[in-house]
Antibody, heavy 123, light 107 residues
Framework: EVQLVESGGDLVPPGRSLRLSCAAS????????MHWVRHIPGKGLEWVSG????????VYADSVKGRFTISRDNAKNSLYLQMNSLRTEDTALYYC????????????????WGSGTTVTVSS | DIQMTQSPSSLSASVGDRVTITCRAS??????LNWYQQKPGTAPKLLIH???SLRGGVPSRFSGSGSGADFTLTISSLQPEDFATYYC?????????FGGGTKVEIK
């Protein structure tokens, strides 16, 4: 069964750091690009960051650039999101999603999603 | 970044109704447009990719059309399980963006 399982969400005060993880199974992880997408309460979906199969291409949304770092460990079938200098507006349910291709290309779509991990930034 | 604008932001409809949701991009994105369905408490699910290609297993009452900057998602006969929020997403730019969503509610 193809599966993505996120972990690492927590309640943290503004300015702190958090590291999210996503464990993949049921598919050849190193054949696909991966993404983080968040769902802000009461609002919609926001793409956060994407990484190609070999980490050669990494892209961020402007709202997190310079604060968040995406990475992957293909040997461990895992995707990560290091979140620094967290703000209240980063409060969201964070999803890990599998890309349909090896790179973040125009033909891409997100065909497998995890169930999400909740990050709450509040004092 | 490419902005994606969906309309309406919400709608009320009855079972059996034909429903149309529109998505407009701030620039031409060819047909690099995907549609997702999200039900409360669950992750988004891909419905349509490349503007009009139905994902395997998705009911044929769902269809997508459009190219350039204007796109539509149509549900030909709304079913009880279709009440959800629908999002468009552009992949023309590798800085991906979603529309604001359209919540389809029961009338």
């Amino acid at each position: 069964e193809v599966q993505l399982v996120e972990s690492g969400g927590d309640l943290v005060p503004p300015g702190r750091s958090l590291r999210l993880s996503c464990a993949a199974s049921g598919f050849k992880f190193d054949d696909y690009a991966m993404h983080w997408v968040r769902h802000i309460p009461g609002k919609g979906l926001e793409w956060v960051s994407g990484i190609s199969w070999n980490s050669g291409t990494i892209v961020y949304a402007d709202s997190v650039k310079g604060r968040f770092t995406i990475s992957r460990d293909n040997a461990k079938n895992s995707l990560y999101l290091q979140m620094n200098s967290l703000r209240t507006e980063d409060t969201a349910l964070y999803y890990c999603a599998k890309d349909s291709t090896y790179n973040t290309s125009p033909e891409s779509y997100m065909d497998v999603w995890g169930s999400g991990t909740t990050v709450t930034v509040s004092s | 970044d490419i902005q994606m604008t969906q309309s309406p932001s919400s709608l009320s409809a009855s079972v059996g109704d034909r429903v149309t949701i529109t998505c407009r991009a701030s620039q031409s994105i060819a047909t690099y447009l995907n549609w997702y369905q999200q039900k409360p408490g669950t992750a988004p699910k891909l419905l349509i990719h490349a503007a009009s290609s139905l994902r395997g297993g998705v009911p044929s009452r769902f269809s997508g059309s459009g190219s350039g900057a204007d796109f539509t998602l149509t549900i030909s006969s709304l079913q009880p399980e279709d009440f959800a929020t629908y999002y468009c997403q552009q992949t023309y730019s590798n800085r991906l963006t979603f529309g604001g969503g359209t919540k389809v509610e029961i009338k």
